[in-house]
Structures are given as structure tokens and as C-alpha cells.
């Protein structure tokens, strides 16, 4: 339920220009509207499951895009059952100036949303059926100029090479592989909500740079309670973290009765310490490694 300074599930993702939305519960407009990134660039929208504290906030989220100037294409993503929900709160939103796609996806799921991220898809273990999400960023191999310049090459053809495409010049086959680095580690972020720690989940998450993660219960006493409503308390969010040896975790997705999740920020800390308390507003920037510099001969 929402409380006067806590809103309802949503996490926003911008990257290449793009906007991502994991969950829309009620009032997601309100503090997305804090951050000032406006709602037209919004491609695609990844739905844990059917409750309405993670899907009730829809209809004035497609109005607010409609009144933004959005034509292009929309796509939502969530589990089985998705399509009857989405196609009942549009309700009150029948006319959209752009295509609405729905796809219903499960385990093992993959798919590819504008800019490039690779979305992929493990089912969780709530009361209805469940996503968690995993969205990976790859990224380029460096161009390695030094070579392209050892080797006289104008740099009209450095943009080509830079895709690994090779070019003639002089005659000559210029390889594009050649003047490229080894592969880079990109980033990745997961996102899982509303389920319990589940074999392969840790897996499926394995090395995420950022992991958004529920954690109803802050108290370890409520570990039964969490078992029988099909949550996490901190401890075992934080055990899903370490397993999945995720360089962050924030925190999301407390119990109302839970009134100042900081209290019990020790149980998370001690088994995982680049744990963050999630509140309204919270953000932050993921950028690729720095590269090593070769040494120069």
C-alpha cells in the first residue's frame, strides 16, 4: 500500500536515448515527474506480475504519453495473463496515438529493446505468475587507433572499422577485427520482486552490476510470514545478492507495516555491505569500467 513519502513499485531505466520502465504501480507519474526525464521516450515497460500495487498506475501512464507527443511503438512485457489485465485498465485509455504491443514471456525468454539491451526472463514463485528480469548492456570492443594510424589509414574509414567492417584501400584488404580490442565486459541490472529465493534464480542474476530487489520483511522474525506470502525478508534478499555475487543491491518493496525500513538495515549489511535502502526518488548512474591503458613500448 502506499504510504504519504513511499510510492508504489516502479524503477526506471534511461539508457541510448531510451526509457524502461519495470513495474507501474499507482501514481508512478508523481515521482517520475521529479526527475524531470519526461514520459515520450518511453519504449518499453517490464511487468512483474498482475497485482495492482505493480500494474494499477497504467492508464495514466499511457494518457501522460499520449499527451507527450508519443507515436512511436510501446511494448510491454510480462508474464502469462498480462494482455486480459493490460487490455482491462485500457479501459479508461482506448485511444493511444501509438501502437501498444503485448508480450507475454517466461523463463528462458529473450528479447531486444530499442538501443540495444538484451532483456531475459526468469519466472519467480508468487501467488500469480511472476518475472524477474535481467537486462544486459553489451559493450563495443575499443578501436584501437594507434594501429589504424601505424598503418596510415584516412580517417574517413575509421567509422567502418570501428563496427568490425573491413575496407579496401590501395588495394590493400584492411581487416576490421584486426584493429579492434578483446571483448569488454558491458553492465547488467536485475530487477525481482514479489517471490521467493528460488533455486536458479542467483544464476540467472550472476554478476549483475545492480540488483533491484524486493525485500517485503525487514525483520528475520518474519521469516515464516515472507515463506507464506511468497516474499523476501532482508537476510534473504542480501543471500541472493551474495550468491549471485552482484556488485549492489538496493532494497524495495517494503512491507507498510515495515515504517522505517532503516532499522533494519543490519540485516542486510551483514551478509551483503553494498546494500542500499530503496526510497522514492533514489538514483544513481552505471557507467562501463574504466579500460586499462597498455603499457607503451
Known sequence: MPLPNRWLSSLLLRSSGHLVLFDCGEGTQIPWRTVGWGFRRLSTICLSHMHADHVAGLPGLLHAMANADRTDPVTIYGPPGTATVVHALRAIAPVLPFELTISEVESNAQFVM????????????????????????????????????????????????????????????????????PPRKGLSIGFVTDTRPIDGLAAFLAGVDLLVCEGTYGDPADQQKAAERKHMTFGEAAELARAAGASALWLTHFSPAVSNPLEFRHNALRIFPNTTIGFSGLTATLSFADDEVPPQN
Open 114 to 181: 530499442p538501443g540495444g539491451a538484451i532483456g531475459k526472463v526468469f519466472n519467480g514463485d508468487h501467488r500469480l505468475p511472476c518475472n524477474c528480469y535481467r537486462l544486459d548492456f553489451a559493450r563495443g570492443r575499443r578501436f584501437l587507433a594507434e594501429k589504424a594510424e601505424e598503418q596510415q589509414i584516412p580517417l574517413d574509414y575509421w567509422n567502418q572499422l570501428q563496427r568490425g567492417q573491413d575496407v579496401t584501400l590501395d588495394g590493400r584488404l584492411i581487416e576490421g577485427e584486426a584493429l579492434l580490442g
